[in-house]
């Protein structure tokens, strides 16, 4: 066995003692038979972002061979309302078999398994935001030679009755450490289950959020992601959300994605960071700084900025965690390393920073490391009400539309700004920028004015963008900010409304 088997956490993986993406039904079988699993269960998003499950109890071989080989009929008009009529809704869900996990909470032994949705004929469903996000990517790839890969940024709030013992500052709890930090275990308990279902962690920490209000803390956390293939990364974000949830349960407490869950405190986001590869390397800097390829993605994403809050801004309360002058970005602007502008370029290892480690350790000899395959960037309005399969999509039709762009190096130097822009100074220099929309109804029109660009290349069907626009505007809060914003008591019953979102 090679290490990354022998330290995998993933029990598949290193019983079978290979990679996920050569796992073949046999394996799975083989791994079955031998680990006393009973119970094959089938995962899929529906349209509201929450994994859905079908279960099976093992009868026999044979009737495993069926299972995983045959898939299962599901209904698509309740799984898609939006989307699927009644009258045409059986699809097939498949389980694609590098997606196996062992289930990390079932009492009966579970392992499940990831599904793609097929039609009637056999063929993907081609609403199925999977597959789109499939699709995008395919274009990009096909259109620039370059793959895309995505990590995401999942905060969340845990709430429960208040503790009087240790208690943290108010909206102070940024990388807080237990006994002020209360709910650091189940976070690193979290952390450890989602890397045995096949997630891949950068790190987890506390954020700073938390506060205490009518009996009850509020304290919000972070687990972040490594940069995998774009179409594993919005399916190690939906299996990291049913885990929280999962164990949050069996604790007895809630956790929240929500933008919003209260008046005056931090809403919660869910950044993206992304990066190019050309035949396995990173093409995002170019002699120690960001290189065209990258610029002209980012020309890309602030193009469609405004159109891709209807992935990832999906309900009335992302809009008011998107106000001027708050953490959460409202300009369509980048920067480096400035968390007022909506894509950031993160702090890089480049030039004499790869001596801080002889630095901060004498004993070690000074090297010269190549860190630029760290390097990404990030776009940072998308919160937990996203679809993450076609807001992962709507990047990647991003990138490759700002890697066409004519003069999309222009407009990427046209919107660079290296100031904070929430500061009133430099009002003037906001005032010639585009801003994010400022609630569902505009988000829908955003989208509906750019939706060719979706559509091109055959990415996006219609009928998906239809059912967005339509969904969007079916919530009325084209004036919410000003109908509600200032009455606590109508916000907050909004924000109990979407506690649960995505």
């Not at 890397?195 to 205490?212: A, L, N, P």
């Not at 390829?293 to 209807?310: D, H, V």
Request: charged share 25%; with cysteine.
């Amino acid at each position: 066995m090679n290490d990354a088997v022998v330290l995998n956490p993933n029990p598949l993986i290193r019983y079978l003692d290979k990679p996920s993406d050569d796992f073949t039904r046999a394996d799975l079988v083989r791994f079955i038979e031998a680990n006393g699993i009973q119970m094959v269960n089938f995962r899929y998003a529906g349209a509201d972002g929450r994994l859905k499950t079908l279960n099976f109890i093992i009868k026999s071989r044979e009737h495993l061979e069926s299972i995983l080989s045959a898939g299962e009929r599901v209904d698509g008009s309740s799984l898609f309302p939006h989307y699927i009529e009644a009258g045409s809704s059986d699809l097939y869900v498949i389980p694609r078999y590098r997606t196996a996990f062992r289930n990390p909470f079932s009492e009966i032994p579970a392992l499940d398994i990831l599904c793609s949705y097929y039609d009637k004929d056999g063929n993907p469903f081609e609403s199925s935001p999977e597959y789109i996000m499939r699709k995008a990517h395919q274009a990009l790839k096909a259109s620039t030679g370059l793959d895309f890969e995505v990590m995401g940024e999942l905060e969340y709030y845990v709430i429960s009755e208040k503790d009087p013992l240790y208690e943290a500052a108010d909206q102070r709890g940024y990388h807080e450490s237990s006994p002020f930090c209360k709910w650091e275990g189940l976070r690193t308990e979290a952390m450890r289950a989602i890397d045995s279902c096949g997630g891949f962690i950068k790190y987890g920490h506390s954020e700073v959020g938390t506060f205490t209000e009518s009996g009850l803390l509020y304290e919000q956390n972070e687990i972040e992601f490594t940069p995998v293939r774009l179409e594993d990364a919005a399916e190690q974000l939906l299996i990291a959300k049913w885990i929280l949830r999962s164990l949050a349960y069996k604790q007895g407490v809630t956790v929240t994605f929500a933008p919003k869950i209260t008046t005056g405190k931090a809403g919660s986001g869910m950044h993206i960071h992304t990066r190019l590869l050309k035949n396995g390397k990173s093409v995002m800097l170019n002699q120690g700084t960001l290189s065209d390829p990258a610029r002209k993605a980012i020309a890309g994403y602030l193009t469609l900025a405004r159109s891709l809050t209807a992935f990832g801004n999906t309900i009335p309360t992302s809009y008011f965690r998107l106000v001027p002058h708050q953490e959460a970005p409202t300009t369509i602007c980048w920067g480096d390393r400035n968390r007022s502008v909506l894509v950031r370029v993160p702090l890089g290892w480049t030039g004499s920073q790869n001596n801080m480690v002889h630095d901060a350790n004498p004993l070690e000899p000074e090297t010269r490391h190549d860190f630029h395959d760290k390097q990404t960037v990030e776009f940072r309005c998308p919160d937990g009400s996203a679809d993450v399969y076609l807001l992962c999509a709507g990047l990647a039709v991003a990138a490759r539309h700002g890697l066409e762009m004519k003069k999309a190096l222009e407009f990427a130097q046209k919107t660079y700004v290296d100031v904070n822009i929430f500061d009133d100074k430099y009002r003037q220099r906001a005032s010639e920028l585009q801003h994010l929309p400022a609630s569902c109804w505009d988000s829908a029109e955003a989208l509906e004015a750019q939706r060719t660009i979706y559509q091109a290349k055959g990415v996006f069907p219609e009928k998906i963008i239809d059912g967005i626009v339509k969904q969007l505007k079916s919530f009325d809060d084209k004036h919410i900010r000003t109908t509600i914003g200032e009455h606590e008591k109508e916000v907050i019953q909004l924000v109990n409304r979407f506690l649960h979102c995505g």
